[in-house]
Structure formats: structure tokens, C-alpha cells
């Protein structure tokens, strides 16, 4: 199945979004300027606002304001986003600017700043807390039974586990599958309950809204809960695999 969903995102995006800067310079003669795509994360570029102004200067994203982590997501990911944005596959129902803002960056820009977001380190102090977040009135989910359902599903309602294609805690399976690990809690909330309902509607083959129709607020608000602080890195081993750098190689 990742086969032909590689494919189709494939013959959408083009080749640049879906391999590694260093393989895209030799296979189709372009190029990432990370340089460009820091200044225009950090300072914006014309009528389009820094990325930072939503996502925090490290890219964490803020719970307050719905906006999810950037840093160290798959490149890959972040590309089709803002492709999608560009071009109105996915609407902006949070902070309503990111369609304009896509379109006000030319299709290098894009990956220039998917490539920096990528290379921003996940800072742990910077995760959502879920204290805070209860004691402010969110409701939130009970991580033990957000465990069970990224690591094994749902058997009695066909839901499979995150695991299953966003890997071990939802770490991402490049080059198709995001980085739903340590991702901000009211963001996966949110996004779950858009691809619940359809607004939302820019999945691979419909299968997070698949998935998304068989969950309860209750499965939504677990998932979420645990995955919101959730370790990418499994027992023994210091790091996640290829820690999603797809310009190192």
C-alpha cells in the first residue's frame, strides 16, 4: 500500500517533494536553499508573515492557537501541506492565513522552508502539558488507553494502530507518512475531528478519514494525549531512525 501511495504522491507533487535534496539535484537538476527558507521561516517574504508569528521561533507550534509542531517533521510532509494550501486541496480552518500564505510563496520557497522546519530540532521543554491544559478547562485524554490505540487499534470498531503507518509511537515513516509524535495535543485533536467530518479532506486514498469515522471524541482525546508526549525513540536506542534528515544522505 505505501508502494502506491508513494506513486500517487508522486505523479502529484513531482519527484522534489518526495526524495531527499541530495537525490533531486541529480534526478530533476533541483535544489533546496535551506538559507532561504530560514529567512523567510524567521522574517517572512513580502505579504506573507514569518512562520514563526504561529509556530513559535523553534517551530513548536502553540496549543492556545490550534498550530501544530513544524520542527523536525518529514520534508516530504511539510511540502505536500503547503502544495496543498497553494492550491486549495486543504483549507486553513485554524488560523484562516495559511492558503494566502502559500500562495504567496513560489513552489522553491516552499521547499526551501519545508527543508528548514525540517532541520529544526524537537525541543522537549516545548511539549504541550497536558496539566496546564486540563487545569485551563481542555479536556483532555487518558494517555494509558491513547498507548493502546497507537500501538494495537481498536479490534472491536476496525481501527488499525497509528503504529501501523506513522511507526513506533507515531514517529513518521518518510515520505508519506507525517510525524504524529510529540505533535501538539489540540492540534491532533483538531485534525482528527476535521478528517472525522470531512473538512479535512487532503489524505493519501481517504484513509485518515477512514480511520477518523470509526473514532469517538473519547479515542480522539486518548490518542492525542498519548501521542502529544509520547518518546519516538524505542527502548535501547538513542535515536529515531534516520531522524528524518533526508539531506544527510
Not at 163 to 180: E, F
Request: glycine fraction near 10%.
Amino acid at each position: 500500500m505505501q508502494r502506491s501511495i508513494f506513486k500517487l504522491l508522486t505523479t502529484s507533487l513531482g519527484a522534489a517533494a518526495m526524495v531527499g535534496a541530495s537525490a533531486v539535484s541529480m534526478a530533476a537538476g533541483i535544489s533546496v536553499n535551506v538559507a532561504n527558507g530560514q529567512k523567510i521561516f524567521n522574517e517572512g517574504k513580502g505579504d506573507v508573515p514569518a512562520c514563526t508569528s504561529c509556530h513559535g521561533a523553534e517551530g513548536m507550534g502553540d496549543d492556545a492557537m490550534g498550530t501544530p509542531r513544524l520542527a523536525g517533521q518529514v520534508y516530504q510532509f511539510l511540502v505536500k501541506q503547503l502544495e496543498d494550501f497553494a492550491t486549495d486541496k486543504r483549507q486553513d480552518t485554524t488560523m484562516f492565513v495559511m492558503n494566502a500564505n502559500a500562495k504567496g510563496l513560489t513552489p522553491q520557497d516552499r521547499m526551501d522552508v519545508a527543508a528548514y522546519a525540517n532541520s529544526l530540532a524537537v525541543s522537549g521543554s516545548k511539549l504541550s502539558n497536558l496539566k496546564e491544559l486540563s487545569d485551563s478547562g481542555t479536556q483532555v485524554g487518558q494517555t494509558h488507553l491513547g498507548k493502546a490505540i497507537v500501538n494495537y487499534g481498536l479490534l472491536d470498531k476496525g481501527v488499525p494502530a497509528c503504529a501501523s503507518c506513522h511507526g513506533y509511537n507515531g514517529r513518521g515513516t518518510d515520505p508519506v507518512y507525517p510525524n504524529i509524535n510529540q505533535q501538539k495535543f489540540t492540534y491532533l485533536v483538531n485534525q482528527l475531528k476535521k478528517w472525522r467530518d470531512g473538512s479535512r479532506a487532503n489524505d493519501p486514498m481517504g484513509q485518515m478519514q477512514a480511520v477518523a469515522r470509526k473514532l469517538s471524541d473519547d479515542d480522539i482525546l486518548n490518542a492525542a494525549a498519548y501521542l502529544s508526549g509520547a518518546s519516538p525513540l524505542t527502548m535501547g536506542n538513542p535515536r529515531a531512525p534516520a531522524e528524518h534528515k533526508p539531506f544527510d544522505h
